[in-house]
């Protein structure tokens, strides 16, 4: 995963860093966004296919090195996930895609009802029964689930039952994956021709910060007029909330930041492309210097005030993009999509 993060990473660099002014046949904005999004799609793809031959080996050889091997590439995938869902249109809203990836929130533990009725099943599953089957169940809660889950306890994950499940719901991601990719190859010209994806990209990633202030920190941390929930958090099974967290803005760093550095560019608004990127590098590294889960840190003083300076973080970094940036670039946002389940 870091591998394909510093793939991107010189990728923006080098558009950040071009000179502020470019050629006429230079690329648009929204040449920029489609071309990281794309890189962001393969990667996707590609970390979610490495997940089921990882989940083939485990199967194979049950043992502790591979079952290290596969946690890793299930995080890895869901990483990658995280890094290019602040794309909330387009292909990823076909058949439900993003809730087929990640179905939460989950506040009736769907996810884990799901799991354990396939487990109970007479007959094997395969990625059809999966793909036939809800969003609870097709994606990397599931099988977080399956790997984390204090009641897998009870059954070993490769037991054949678990295994056949994990197998399958592996196989219907990497097929929904590479489907992804293929769709925002073939995205690309509508995209870029249709000047009102440039409004949509900018509240697409105005959403995603909306999301990761409201849903991913400040629910959990009890700070939306409710008690701090831990179970609210993603991926509280595996306490990688945070670590998910810091992956999304990587997302948005590597494939938001230079279309929007070029887009403030053309409107004559540099400083506030530089203030976005300042923002959300300081955000970024209070993310990557906090423990990857959210949930014990909500009984530790010293590590909650470390979540409270990255929802701040956070909070500033939305201001800029949703009110400021928005502001001068004419986008109206008439509500917080972010309201409401």
């Not at 994806?197 to 995603?208: F, G, N, R, V």
């Amino acid at each position: 995963m870091m591998a394909a993060f510093r793939r991107l990473g010189v990728l923006a660099c080098t558009l950040l860093a071009a000179p502020f002014s470019f050629a006429s046949d230079a690329p648009t904005p929204r040449d920029m966004w489609h071309g990281a999004v794309e890189l962001q799609y393969a990667e996707l793809s590609a970390a979610s296919e490495r997940l089921e031959a990882s989940a083939t080996r485990f199967c194979q050889a049950p043992d502790e090195s591979h079952r290290q091997r596969l946690e890793n590439d299930w995080l890895s995938a869901y990483q990658a996930w995280q890094a290019v869902r602040f794309i909330q249109f387009g292909p990823v809203e076909q058949n439900s895609r993003g809730w087929q990836l990640q179905f939460w929130p989950d506040r009736k533990n769907l996810v884990g009802r799901k799991v354990g009725g396939w487990l109970q099943a007479a007959d094997a599953p395969n990625a059809q029964d999966i793909a036939a089957d809800s969003v609870a169940i097709q994606g990397f809660p599931a099988l977080e689930y399956l790997l984390y889950d204090d009641a897998m306890g009870e059954q070993a994950l490769g037991d054949p039952d678990a295994c056949d499940l994990m197998q399958a719901i592996t196989t219907h991601l990497a097929d929904t994956t590479n489907a992804l990719h293929r769709d925002w190859q073939a995205f690309g010209e509508h995209y870029i021709e249709t000047s009102d994806y440039t409004e949509a990209t900018l509240a697409s990633a105005i959403q995603t910060l909306e999301q990761l202030e409201d849903k991913r920190l400040g629910e959990p941390m009890g700070l939306k007029g409710a008690s701090a929930n831990g179970y609210l958090a993603e991926a509280w099974r595996s306490e990688q909330s945070v670590r998910l967290v810091a992956s999304s803005l990587e997302g948005l760093r590597t494939g938001f930041l230079p279309g929007l550095t070029a887009l403030l560019r053309e409107a004559d608004a540099l400083p506030l492309a530089e203030a976005f990127r300042d923002q959300l590098d300081k955000t970024l590294a209070q993310a990557r210097e906090l423990p990857p889960g959210l949930v014990p840190s909500l009984e530790d003083d010293e590590a909650f005030r470390g979540l409270q300076s990255l929802y701040l973080d956070i909070s500033q970094l939305r201001h800029l993009l949703g009110n400021e940036i928005a502001g001068e670039l004419g986008l109206v946002r008439g509500f917080n999509s972010s309201d409401g389940d």
